[in-house]
């Protein structure tokens, strides 16, 4: 939780200037009229982050968007945008397990969500991965749905059956055009 309390901090301090975020002889001067930062209470501020960090759903629902545009650009035979929507999905998965590494089932015991995805990384979505770079609908389509057999068995460990991810019959976005022939201006 430290490692992602650091990133929070790290992006807040990028985005709002460190002095805003960390203290330091700047932020404990005031400037320009502005009232001086008090020190950091880590504790308090750890707490805080955890608190405002987005849920494992959050970041899931990034994935099922991507994942979803990915069966619409394959389709479309568009294998840059597949890969593009392939790389987002992992890492929004990756993000997912970064928020919460290990989920109680519904015994109380614990799944390690970073094992179940290492493995699922280097067998199923692997596959996916060289039916994009080989641009193999017929190979992609099989790999995509054993890997939706991957997700779901993924929600089961995770006591969640009832989440059961499908072949997505309508894009996610209908503000992207998956024709890989498409010329700009519409």
């Given amino acids: 939780m430290l490692v992602l309390a650091g990133m929070i901090i790290g992006a807040l301090a990028a985005g709002h200037g460190a002095r805003d975020i960390l203290p330091s002889a700047a932020a404990q001067a005031p400037a320009s009229g502005r009232a001086a930062q008090p020190p950091l209470d880590i504790p ?3 707490a805080h ?3 405002i960090v987005p849920s494992q759903s959050h970041a899931m629902m990034d994935v099922s968007f991507h994942w979803t545009n990915l069966w619409f650009a394959a389709q479309k035979r568009n294998w840059p945008l597949a ?3 392939f790389d987002e999905s992992r890492q929004h998965i990756l993000w997912t397990i970064r928020i919460r590494p290990i989920r109680k089932d519904a015994d109380g015991k614990d799944v390690d969500l970073k094992g179940i995805f290492d493995g699922i990384d ?4 692997a596959a996916v991965k060289d039916a994009i770079a080989q641009k193999d ?3 992609f389509s099989a790999t995509y749905k ?3 057999e ?3 068995a993924c929600h089961k460990a995770s006591s969640k059956p009832y989440l059961r991810p499908m072949v997505p019959t309508a894009p996610a976005s209908t503000a992207i055009n998956f024709d890989p022939n498409a010329t ?3």
């Fill in 44 to 46: 308090v501020d750890v």
């Fill in 49 to 51: 982050l955890k608190d």
């Fill in 83 to 85: 890969q593009f929507y």
């Fill in 122 to 125: 280097t067998s199923s979505l």
């Fill in 137 to 139: 609908l017929a190979k």
């Fill in 146 to 148: 054993t890997m939706l």
């Fill in 150 to 152: 991957s997700c779901y």
């Fill in 184 to 186: 700009w201006p519409q």
